[in-house]
């Protein structure tokens, strides 16, 4: 069974650089799946905020798409998150998760909070 | 973007009673609709998808329905487990959620 798990720092200082990881085991992050990323605010709702295919191709939420990349690190079976210029409204649980034919997540990693402040 | 709208905010059920939960679409997403379930300090979990199909592992008391602009999910007789923060998500047009139904015990 998939099983994801992200990793990154906890603390991002504002206007830097929030990078994540998200490793998959128990399966090829070739599969025919895309892979994304989804936030959630403290007390918050969900935001989807991107996804990637195993062939890099990529598709962002157009409200972040000048400030985020995604990109797939076949060697290691994870993908990645890239968040810049970061400001507190950027605080958040990251989730990575499954994206099943670039409709719904069929399986989530167990979360990362990421806060932002000095 | 389609804004989804969840009704009510928060649903105070009794154990073994039904509860119905209502998304609104601002525009249609044909059944390309699914809910999740979220507990707190967990990850979502995946309920339905193509507005009226379980996924895998979702017990059968869970039912989804609609199509268009609007959308149930139906919980037939509430579990202790089943008191959570309920999400709908379209993937019509890229992916967005409501902003959740929480489902609080009476």
């Known amino acids: 069974q998939v ?17 994540l990881t998200c490793a998959v085991s128990g399966g090829s992050i070739f599969s025919n ?23 890099g ?27 810049s210029s970061v400001t507190a409204a950027d605080t958040a649980v990251y989730y990575c998760a499954r994206d099943v034919d670039q409709h719904y997540f069929d399986c989530w990693g167990q979360g990362t909070l990421v806060i932002v402040s000095s | 973007e389609i804004v989804l709208t969840q009704s009510p905010a ?4 009794s154990p073994g009673e039904g509860a ?38 979702t017990p059968a008391r869970f039912s989804g ?20 923060v309920y999400y709908c998500q379209q993937y019509d047009n890229w ?3 409501g902003q959740g139904t929480k489902v609080e015990i009476k």
């Open chain 1, 3 to 19: 099983q994801l798990q992200e990793s990154g720092p906890g603390l991002v200082k504002p206007s830097g650089t929030l990078s």
């Open chain 1, 33 to 55: 799946n895309w892979w994304t990323w989804v936030r959630q605010p403290p007390g918050k709702g969900l935001e989807w905020i991107g996804e990637i295919y195993n062939s």
């Open chain 2, 20 to 57: 119905t939960l209502s998304c609104r679409a601002s525009q249609s997403v044909s059944s390309n609709l699914a809910w999740y379930q979220q507990k707190p300090g967990q990850a979502p979990r995946l309920l339905m998808y193509g507005a009226a199909t379980r996924a895998p592992g």
């Open chain 2, 95 to 97: 992916r967005t959620f």
């Open chain 2, 65 to 84: 329905s609609g199509s268009g602009t609007e959308f149930t999910l139906t919980i037939s007789s509430l579990q202790s487990e089943d008191f959570a």
């Open chain 2, 10 to 13: 928060t649903l105070s059920v």
């Open chain 1, 57 to 83: 191709s990529t598709n962002y939420i157009p409200s972040l798409k000048s400030r985020v990349t995604i990109s797939i690190d076949k060697s290691k079976n994870q993908f990645s998150l890239k968040l």
